[in-house]
């Protein structure tokens, strides 16, 4: 879906390898635990978007469908409060 050259894929890619490579040692440093899973989380939630995003541009979806996804996502994120509230303007 997305181009080899896109930089910001690499980097949540090369992200994702470090913190995966980080989970064995989860067991002899419990403290590290929360902070590598907020980390690990984060990162996937950008490719989530990243991956919605390329989708969009290289026309496998429409601005419509695009939209509807991202606001399903936004609102999943809501749910189990990885994102906040919207806030009324």
Known sequence: MLLPSDAPSRRLDEELDDLLGLLPMLRVTPRLADRVFDQLVDVLLERLLLD???RRRCGEIDSRRYLDELEELVGACRHVEL??????V
């Open 52 to 54: 919605l995003r390329a």
């Open 83 to 88: 994102l906040p509230p919207p806030r009324r």
